[in-house]
């Protein structure tokens, strides 16, 4: 980031830790494209150097999109994207070996998001423990257990939860070598590691029936600990998820300090 920074004019008070650390997992590309919407929100906002502000919300705009503030989104799904959103982020909070929750928001997104939950390391990580990811899963599976907790149904808005989860608890047991029944076996290959990272099973029919049925089994497990906190702190669900739909963006800080 600080290479592709280079080119524009920047304060000396950005701390590229940290918005590294918001951006991770993102490819270069992605990150020469949050150095070149920084600089555009600074020019529209009339300044000629770009602050620590402009890199954190250019980072929304490349994984999420702009802002639609003049999109119509009725009430009842006003809520119900409020109430998942909550999900995550209490999910996560409550979380032992969660990153902790940086910002929730339920303005609508150009890319299709109606909301989402952001969640920041406080330090950089290379490495990740099966407990955490496992807490990932945990926390990719809230927002559709708190669909289901406070409107008794539920709604597609989880699907790249769903995605993202299923993906993240295949390659636990697959490349990870976290299942008690294959061991330290690698059951997959990453091919075209730079290029979108597809995947391919290097196991028998036989085996690759065994895979899913461990990776429904964690997902399903994952979704009944998500159901049992979010349950757990019931009155806290319901005291952000309204005061998420009222304001519409909520920072992380104001989660742990309202004792979730």
Known sequence: MRLHAKKIKHSPDIDFNVVARAAAGSSGAD????????????????????????????????????????????????????????GHALVAAKSKNSAPVHKITIIPRTKGALGYTMQVEEDEQNLLSKDELYSRIVTYTAGRAAEELIFHNYTSGASNDIEQATKL????????????????????????????????????????????????????????????????????????????????????????????
Do not use: W
Request: aromatic share 4%; proline share 1%; glycine share 6%.
């Open 169 to 260: 608890a295949r390659a636990m047991i697959t490349r990870f070598g976290m299942s008690d029944t294959f061991d330290m076996t690698a059951l997959e290959t990453v091919t075209n590691q730079y290029l979108g990272g597809d995947t391919s099973l290097a196991c028998s029919s036989e085996t690759a029936a065994k895979v899913d049925e461990e990776v429904i089994a964690l997902i399903r497990r994952a979704h009944q600990d998500a159901l049992q906190i979010l349950k757990d702190n019931m009155p806290k669900l319901h005291e952000l998820a309204k005061y998420l739909y009222e304001k519409e963006t909520i920072t992380g800080c104001l989660l742990y300090t309202s004792d979730a």
């Open 31 to 86: 990150l020469a494209n949050i150095i070149n919407e920084g600089a555009l929100l600074a020019v529209r906002d009339g300044r000629h150097t770009v602050i620590q502000r402009d890199l954190e919300e250019a980072i929304e705009i490349v994984i999420a999109g702009e802002q639609k503030k003049g999109a119509v989104i009725s009430p009842k799904e006003k809520l119900i994207v409020s109430y998942h959103e909550i």
